[in-house]
């Protein structure tokens, strides 16, 4: 059930990224991440170092997705009123909830015959 519910919660924090910030409700992301990882670290044994997976991820998608802006490869259509800097705020949820993902994809550990 934990598999299910993690790939399908991904799935959905993914769709309200996605669609919050094509119509400028970044908030939309940021709740349903910060949901879905809560949710996550309340069924997690090792909540210290999936807590800090999490945040390394965050860290990572900024700079990343911030310089590939700043270079000018990333160029966003829309901006949000409420929420102005796009690279963290439309960002940030998928790289929050990318760093969960291991458990939806435990199945392809275990059928490496480790």
């Known amino acids: 059930m934990a598999f299910w519910a993690n790939l399908l919660g991904y799935q959905a924090v993914w769709f309200a990224a996605v669609i919050g910030a094509s119509r400028d409700a970044s908030w939309i ?3 349903a991440a910060a949901l879905f ?3 996550q670290m309340s069924a997690s044994d090792e909540r210290r170092s999936d807590l800090l997976l999490v945040l390394c991820g965050v860290l990572a998608g900024i700079v990343l997705d911030g310089t590939l802006a700043g270079l000018g490869v990333l160029r966003y259509a ?4 409420l929420l102005p800097a796009p690279t963290l705020f439309r960002l940030a949820p998928l790289s929050m909830e990318f760093a969960t993902v291991e458990r939806s994809l435990v199945w392809l550990k275990s059928s490496q015959g480790e």
């Open 37 to 39: 990882v809560a949710a």
């Open 78 to 81: 829309s901006h949000d009123a």
């Open 29 to 31: 992301g940021i709740l």
